[in-house]
Each structure stands twice: as structure tokens, then as C-alpha cells.
T-cell receptor, first 115, second 112 residues
Framework: NAGVTQTPKFQVLKTGQSMTLQCAQD?????MSWYRQDPGMGLRLIHY???????DQGEVPNGYNVSRSTTEDFPLRLLSAAPSQTSVYFC??????????????FGPGTRLTVL | GQQLNQSPQSMFIQEGEDVSMNCTSS?????WLWYKQDPGEGPVLLIA?????ELTSNGRLTAQFGTTRKDSFLNISASIPSDVGIYFC????????????FGGGTRLMVKP
């Protein structure tokens, strides 16, 4: 299986533009999440989902929307991009509730620049 | 919210040396994870710790879950050039579902 895949790998936007970052996993994981990584700050959780049709906010949700219509896909939408959203975005997935199996696996990331 | 303090922020060592890094928290975690991130890649899981006091090894890597459940350390023995990267600790708590809290990372540089 391919694990967690993300597209695109790189993206440049102008302020005010909208776009969707794609994330897919083929491991039948219930839990999916989006993080952003900024220099010196580790990874911060944006939104997460514990199953199809269920999403919730993480630590830094403002300016981002998500939906989970299928188990496999968890897109992240920027409705009106701002320079503060310049970052590297990572999607991750895991099982839920299985001790020892709930560790998260990360995609390769999307590097976003907002001008 | 919960915060993880990871230290040191960076290390520059000679090949063959041992390395130690740690994370501390003001809150209790039920799971501690250590990830490594190579440039341009996503974090890759190195070691997962599930019980207080647990000591787990993965090759040259050894990690421990602190007995207070508020800290963890990672040791790398006999470092090699491919150990270069950023190492992150992350914690999971039962009352936060699967939400991970990350440390700020330790950037490791190894001189051949």
C-alpha cells in the first residue's frame, strides 16, 4: 500500500486565493489529521477527524476548513489564503483505540507559500 | 494547552559520539513517541512508549518513558552521518483522543 499521500508537494498562492490540499490513506485508518510545521515550532494540529462525517478543530484551526466524506480522504481547504499560512502542511493517519496501533503515520508534506 | 519542552534545540557532534535529547511536560501523557524528520519529508516514527518507566530500544536508539509520565528521553549511540535530521518527541493523552502534542524538535548534525 502507498500509506499516506499528499498533493501537491509544492504550491504558491497569492493572498486571497483559495485552494485545497489533498490527503489520502489506504490503510483503513479511522483517524486523520492535518498539521502545520513552522520553523522552531514543531507541528501544530489544525483539524482532525475520527471517522467519515466527523471532524473537529485542533490547536490552530482558523482560516482552514476540512471535510471527511470517505474513510480514505481528508482534504484541507484554505478559503482565502494569507501570508501567515505560509508553512509546510502534513497529513497523518492512525487507527483508534488499539493499544500499540494508534501511532500516527505522516505523509510527505505540502510546502505552501502565500505571497 | 499542553506544551512539550524539547532540548537541546540543536546538536553538532562528531561521528561515533553518543547523543541524548529529552522532552518534558507540565501535563501527563499516556503515550510518548519519538519521530525523525529528514529534509523535505514527513516525520517517521522511531519508537513508541506506552507505559511509565518503559525502556525501549530500536537498533542504536533507546528511549524511556519517565516514571512521572511527564518526560521522556531518546539516546542514540555511536552516531553516524545518516542520523542527521530533526528529532521530535510527541505525547498522547487519553483525554485528548488521538491528538498529538509535539515538542519543538532537536536538530542533529553529525560531522564525519
Amino acid at each position: 500500500n502507498a500509506g499516506v499521500t499528499q498533493t501537491p508537494k509544492f504550491q504558491v498562492l497569492k493572498t486571497g486565493q483559495s485552494m485545497t490540499l489533498q490527503c489520502a490513506q489506504d490503510m483503513n485508518h479511522e483517524y486523520m489529521s492535518w498539521y502545520r510545521q513552522d520553523p522552531g515550532m514543531g507541528l501544530r494540529l489544525i483539524h482532525y477527524s475520527v471517522g467519515a462525517g466527523i471532524t473537529d478543530q485542533g490547536e490552530v484551526p482558523n482560516g482552514y476548513n476540512v471535510s471527511r466524506s470517505t474513510t480514505e480522504d481528508f482534504p484541507l481547504r484554505l478559503l482565502s489564503a494569507a501570508p501567515s499560512q505560509t508553512s509546510v502542511y502534513f497529513c497523518a493517519s492512525s487507527y483508534i483505540g488499539l493499544a500499540g496501533s494508534d501511532t500516527q503515520y505522516f505523509g510527505p508534506g505540502t510546502r505552501l507559500t502565500v505571497l | 494547552g499542553q506544551q512539550l519542552n524539547q532540548s537541546p534545540q540543536s546538536m553538532f557532534i562528531q561521528e561515533g559520539e553518543d547523543v541524548s535529547m529529552n522532552c518534558t511536560s507540565s501535563s501527563i501523557f499516556n503515550t510518548w513517541l519519538w519521530y525523525k524528520q529528514d529534509p523535505g519529508e514527513g516525520p517517521v516514527l522511531l519508537i513508541a512508549l506506552y507505559k511509565a518507566g518503559e525502556l525501549t530500544s530500536n537498533g542504536r536508539l533507546t528511549a524511556q518513558f519517565g516514571t512521572t509520565r511527564k518526560d521522556s528521553f531518546l539516546n542514540i549511540s555511536a552516531s553516524i552521518p545518516s542520523d542527521v535530521g530533526i528529532y521530535f518527541c510527541a505525547g498522547l493523552s487519553n483525554n485528548a483522543g488521538n491528538m498529538l502534542t509535539f515538542g519543538g524538535g532537536t536538530r542533529l548534525m553529525v560531522k564525519p
